[in-house]
């Protein structure tokens, strides 16, 4: 089945604890963005990547890594997670920019 | 960089009640257009998308969205609304020039009985 994992789908934590939300696709798309949606806000882009090793900022990239190892895979790390980013987290994937994204069923991470 | 604005926070509509849910783009070229749709604890799903080409875009669920770049507009229609479309729509813009995705804030459906 072709689909979007995502791990873990939540996680509490405190501030400075560093962390790591996996995500992981098996359509083989090149592009693989991450989003956080929060209240009245809707999906704002952190980082995307077009293509293993290749990756490019978003709207909201501070305080975020992300690494393209390989092409299904496109880990979003937290160094040191404050507040501010407690959010819903969602990972995506498609062929390109423009094409249809796909998702995953999203991470609600908390940071106390 | 391109930007997306919903006006509508939430909409209530009857069942079987007609559909119109906003969206305006600010881009100076011509965006790739997209509406999502996310129901409840869900991941987010495409309705329809516009690249180019005919400005009435079919979608799934009955679902139609009409480019009018005279009015930065794509707005999403359905003629008849059912209790499941109940769900937060998301539009979404993407640009020629560059490769990030921006969306709007969502407009939450609610559908009365």
């Known amino acids: 089945e072709a689909q979007v994992t995502q791990n873990p789908r939540y996680l509490i934590t405190v501030t400075g604890k560093k962390l790591t939300v996996t995500c992981s696709q098996n359509?083989?798309?090149?592009?693989m963005s991450w989003y956080r949606q929060d209240p009245g806000l809707g999906l704002r882009q952190i980082y995307y990547?077009?293509?293993?090793?290749?990756?490019d900022k978003g709207d909201v990239p501070e305080g975020y890594k992300v690494s393209r190892k390989e092409k299904r895979n496109f880990p979003l790390i937290l160094e040191s997670p404050s507040p501010n980013q407690t959010s819903l987290y969602f990972c995506?994937?498609?062929?390109?920019?423009?094409?249809?994204?796909?998702f995953g069923p999203g991470t609600r991470l908390t940071v106390l | 960089a391109q930007s997306v604005t919903q006006p509508d926070i939430h909409i209530t509509v009857s069942e079987g009640a007609s559909l119109e849910l906003r969206c305006n783009y600010s881009?100076?070229?011509?965006?790739?257009l997209f509406w999502y749709v996310q129901s409840p604890g869900q991941g987010l799903q495409l309705l329809l998308k516009?690249?180019?080409?005919?400005?009435l875009v079919q979608g799934i669920k009955g679902f139609e969205a009409e480019f009018k770049r005279s009015q930065s507009s794509f707005n999403l229609r359905k003629p008849s609304v059912h209790w499941s479309d109940a769900a937060e729509y998301f539009c979404?813009?993407?640009?020629?020039?560059?490769?990030?995705?921006?969306f709007g804030a969502g407009t939450r459906l609610t559908v009365k009985p």
């Open positions: 881009y100076g070229a011509t965006p790739y």
């Open positions: 359509m083989n798309h090149e592009y």
């Open positions: 990547s077009m293509n293993v090793e290749v990756t």
């Open positions: 516009y690249f180019s080409g005919d400005t």
């Open positions: 995506a994937s498609s062929w390109g920019s423009r094409d249809t994204q796909y």
């Open positions: 979404a813009v993407g640009a020629v020039r560059n490769n990030d995705m921006r």
